[in-house]
């Protein structure tokens, strides 16, 4: 099974779908998993009450592989950073950890999500993560708890930071991810977007990491690009027995 990061430069618009249209055409993988709030944009503040999406948007969408969206979507009254599983299964996961600090405003224009769940696809348990989620030990007691065979973190991380020509923000998202694949035994893929908006810039650098915490591949830094990457199923069943309690 092969599965696509799809790191894009979205416009601070709704209108991004023809975007992602072409680079789903880009790649014959099972799975492409696109950015955080790859519909919208991430600066999106006061626009969001009109440029949010609902659900029904997403159900009636087909692509012909399985397909990872962020989006903001509105529910019940409520505006929820999301990401979107398109695929045999439909499932959406908002956004729990929101952050209200520094550069960060979330928590002023978004509802938080209640729970992190894993669910079943055609690579197996899966879970979602979005971005700050993952700077949590709840999402780390998760994927050592539900030990998912693929877990899919999308962000919209800025650069900021540097010591001695690397980027510490960098530095701390390896250890949470490698983190994260050596505790469940399972593939993580990291999609985070590129490009400016409003004074941020977003450093890319999405890869895959396997069950022993190898990265497996690895984007650019602040271009546009898609990687791909074949899952070792057998990896991943090696990786669980050694992990297994009883």
Not at 175 to 186: C, D, F, P, Q
């Amino acid at each position: 099974m092969k599965i696509a990061l799809a790191q894009i430069r979205p416009k601070l618009s709704p209108d991004n779908l023809d975007k992602h249209k072409s680079f789903i055409k880009k790649t014959d993988a099972d799975l492409i998993i696109f950015p955080e709030l790859s519909m919208n944009g991430y600066k999106i503040k006061d626009a969001l009450l009109e440029d949010a999406f609902a659900e029904e948007y997403f159900k009636n969408l087909a692509f012909d592989k399985d397909v990872v969206i962020g989006a903001a979507i509105k529910k019940n009254g409520k505006i929820f950073n999301s990401a979107i599983y398109l695929g045999d299964e439909f499932y959406i996961h908002n956004k729990v950890h929101l952050p209200t600090y520094g550069v960060f405003e979330e928590g002023r224009f978004f509802f938080r999500g209640s729970e992190f769940k894993a669910f079943n696809t055609k690579f197996g348990k899966t879970a979602m993560f979005i971005c700050e989620d993952v700077f949590s030990g709840e999402a780390i007691e998760f994927v050592s708890k539900q030990k998912p065979d693929l877990i899919v973190v999308i962000s919209a991380s800025p650069a900021r930071e540097f010591n001695n020509g690397e980027l510490l923000i960098e530095n701390q998202w390896d250890s949470l991810l490698k983190s994260m694949a050596i505790l469940s035994g399972g593939y993580v893929a990291f999609c985070n977007r590129v490009g400016f908006e409003d004074g941020l810039g977003f450093w890319g650098g999405s890869r895959v990491i396997n069950p022993k915490g190898e990265i497996e591949v690895k984007a650019s830094y602040f271009e546009e690009e898609i990687i791909e990457c074949e899952l070792n199923h057998k990896l991943t069943i090696t990786q669980k027995y050694f992990l297994r309690k009883d």
